[in-house]
């Protein structure tokens, strides 16, 4: 059976990534890595995991054991730095590796790229759109993959200039950490739009678009769950629906709505699938794009077992939360 | 002292706008009109209202009361049906005289408007940009309150086309109705887009700013709060923070946020005050304007009796609710 | 493999059941019952439901289909008066037959009931204390399911008197009917209790106990999961901590946390498991017993599931959503 | 007119108190302390302050300031050991002086109080209650606020065991510090009960009382507001609502809700009022007194300004935030 190492595995996404390794009926954890949990039983994390699981040792130290998928759940900064292990399957859940171009680390990620000439071993891997190649997998971003998921099967059909997206996101998209805009007495019952024009997940769609958008992220009073509502002018006679429908036919993760249902974060939240619709603005003649996805989920740590289970050549969605129908 | 009389006054907008009617030092309640309270005493719809109130009535009587204003509080249609009692100030709080083509109402409102050679008698009032002229007021809709005062400065120095905006409102906005997308089971820890390309205040905004938009408002899991995000492409050389800043110099109600300073529901709600926030966007030349408003405060009830102060000619902000600095 | 019918599937219950039922390897749907969307396809439901499921049928015609094992989720008069088809099994998720006092009806749940000689002959089961016996079961009420879970192991070791249940649900706990209390405007930011001293699942409760019980519930403005903090008296000596534990040692849906951890409902949402923590309180020596669960979870859907499986000779858990370790 | 300092201004408590004076009429604002925010203006802690306040300076030179009245929101340790000014009124948030008995701070407050023998000296003030005698007020807790309004005007007419106070409450209540259970990411669709037995309101209500009582507070997931739930044992032919009625019949800010009619937090948040209903448990006969307030209005800064205006012999209500019919 593969074994599988987690590297900051007491955040958000090392936590969500721990769940689904747990469920993957053939995988097995040989390493949970986490500083400040280091030493620590794995019900230190949560009361749930038990004395199955190794006690967290040092991310180093994680990093070290041998394990035939990595998955790196650490900020952006540190997992620039890393050198990866030879021959492991590393997924890697932060935007260290998503963009080709070095020079954009400094003004999107506020650091200059500590390994520039590596980018480029790298896949960034949406599967539905750009199936992982290699074993360097750079996971996309939350927002990217709902807009990408949206948008990339209409590139050809729409114009390329004026292309918005609006965003919106449950609070778990901000991590664990302690800051005031993730205090609950700032997120509840309250709604405000942050990084206008400079959130870091902005070239990250450019770039595999192939042409710049106007992106704005909004926090959203709920734990998770992302939606994002995108702008785009058709070209003419453009089958936007049928590009869509295409794109996704064979998937099991992503759902093209018919008409007429709206797109709703209840029906995706604790999963790892997506749902998709399409509207269209009788007054301006531009078509609405819609995504709602588990920001945790497809995207996070349902896609990073998504593209690891591909690279290791397992069935695409071991591991993964499905649907059911929940209220 | 003027008197009032509010007709409709058990739904949401009817009970905000009794609430500044009592806090107001210069009017005085002469009838509460209430199909389904008529005959109950005021406490019947809250318990903070006591014997000082006169009994519920039905709308009709309420209407023939003898008021110096009287607030419509009514569902568009039953609205636009009415006849308006000669000399008393009317301020509509529905859609039902807002648009000055008749010919827009089946389409957008569902119904054909039954006085459609009467439109033009009523003043689409608000106040900051368009002061009411004469006493039959049309009250903007809580979309087309927080889309205009973030645009109508703007137009001059901005493109007439792809203009978008992306609205998110909670959910008193849709009424104390009840149907299924007011159900607390649909609308909490959940969010999704509704009525996209077809709401009804689409063809409201479109009119006031000369051209037409792309309009799509999302249900917020909030109780009350409404904020639109304004995507458009600034004219060469176009100073529109200045714009914004000279429209509202003289405002008590609306604060152009200096730079830096995001938006958010929380310091608006309960207020009738509204916030905008101007931005740009690097990668795609775009500027955002963002306006935050309490959908039941300058969106509803806190727009009606600043209207309705100017049109009794009183100081524009009796009865309403300022900001403090609640937490 | 066994058949299931479903009656009143339209419901919360009634489509957590399915969601649970689909989920089951060894359960296969042969009717959906909804007078509501009788001929409707299964994905008038919900979009996610597809064409592997038979179309809606009115009630009758599902309880006529022949199934091996029924599941009842209708309002507690209707299900009074059911003739329960012979042979199957019947998992009633109403409260028609959980009272074996017949005269208790109409004080606490409003009718007389209309089958008060068969009470007897069926079986309230909550499987880790009172396995099914029969193939007549009444699932237990959500707040008796907390209630039971955290006091009946305690029954001989605490005062019979003065013991207090203070209860909190989620909004899905009330269905999915239209009504004032559920709409999201009255719910969100919100907290109130209801139907104080007066709810019916206190005599289900205290007919369980033995004793009666003072309890409060109350609406909290969630989505989904109920929490109860239970007061008793301990007796002298009493080991509550070694009784409950005791009595869940073999469970895998209900945990005894350990000292220190404190319940959340995070933890039980979207799971058919329970968490129970026992606190004391040095003031007055009272012991505080704490369960949390998903109301549609082991509160209704999941239990159903579980005293289906027990009925059937099946493997306990089948079907049911068993804790991951999310966020 | 009157000036007034306020110590530790940047915090949650700090900052509503900031809001009431700048709505009292007769009262003026001479020093804002705030060691973190120490030579920033006024609207580093909030966009809508302005340039007519001075700016921060440290806590102690705010209280080197010669105010008629000082009110300081410091955490508990701090208050403790402050010497207060001479003349001064002084309105103390924290709970710092509001145990007579220094013997209870360790244990409760997790620290030796510095100044036990100046304890006597403070006048524990709520005042429906115990209306302010002297110049040294210590402002109630929030929760003990609530559980007095409730029971204190029960005594005698109750048993004095067993009594529980079963409380929930808003993020807010827990201050605008940043730590795990403040984070959105834990607090939202969640519930916890905490400190358990532990909870230092605890001993503050049973010094009010005079017995002990069983207090288990929970964390709500909504912005501001408390609930408390209290069951009692009447004593033989107790007129329970005659002493509540009587006890608040001359009150402006606690109203005793007729029989029938629910408390909900809706109707108290954003204000300095409270909320009292009484139900009775026909099963066990226990009476249940449940009071809603705001755990920031009635419950920290209304009191505050409600003590302050009664020592400076000013009309009780001035500044406060009176109920409005807000939805």
């Known amino acids: 059976m593969p074994s599988a190492a987690i590297i900051g595995s007491s955040g958000y996404s ?13 995988l097995e954890v040989v390493a949970l890595g986490s500083d400040s949990l280091s030493g620590e039983p794995a019900s230190a994390l949560d009361v749930r995991l038990n004395g199955s699981l190794p006690p967290f040792v040092s991310n180093e130290e994680a990093l070290a054991a041998t394990a035939d998928v990595i998955f790196l759940c650490l900020d952006n900064e540190r997992a620039a730095g890393l050198e990866p292990p030879a021959d492991a399957v590393i997924v890697d859940l932060s935007g260290a590796h998503r963009l080709r171009d070095a020079d954009l680390y400094p003004a999107w990620y506020g650091f200059e790229h500590p390994r520039p000439g590596r980018l480029d071993s790298w896949s960034y891997a949406l599967p539905e759109l750009y199936p992982p190649a290699g074993r360097l997998i750079a996971n996309p971003g939350c927002y990217a993959t709902a807009s990408l998921l949206a948008l990339a099967p209409l590139v050809g059909a729409i114009e390329t200039t004026g292309v918005v997206i609006d965003a919106k996101s449950g609070v778990s998209g901000a991590g664990r950490e302690l800051k005031p805009s993730s ?51 058709p070209g003419e006679a453009a089958d936007l629906r049928g590009l869509l429908e295409d794109a996704y036919a064979a998937s099991d993760l992503v759902r093209v709505l018919p008409e007429g249902v709206t797109p709703e974060l209840a029906r995706v939240q604790h999963t790892d699938g997506a749902e998709l619709a399409l509207f269209d603005d009788p007054a301006t003649g531009h078509a609405v794009v819609v995504c709602a996805l588990d920001n945790l989920g497809k995207g996070a740590a349902g896609q990073a077992l998504q593209n690891a289970n591909l690279a290791l050549g397992l069935d695409e969605t071991l591991g993964l939360r499905l649907a059911g129908v929940l209220v």
């Open 14 to 26: 090392g936590q969500e990534t721990l769940d689904r390794v747990l469920r993957h009926p053939q």
């Open 183 to 233: 205090h609950a007495g700032f997120v509840l019952e309250n709604l405000s739009p942050y990084r206008v024009g400079r959130h870091q997940h902005t070239p990250e769609i450019a770039q595999a678009l192939g042409f710049p958008v106007c992106f704005v992220p909004h926090l959203l009073p709920i734990r998770r769950g992302l939606l994002v509502t995108c702008y785009v002018q």
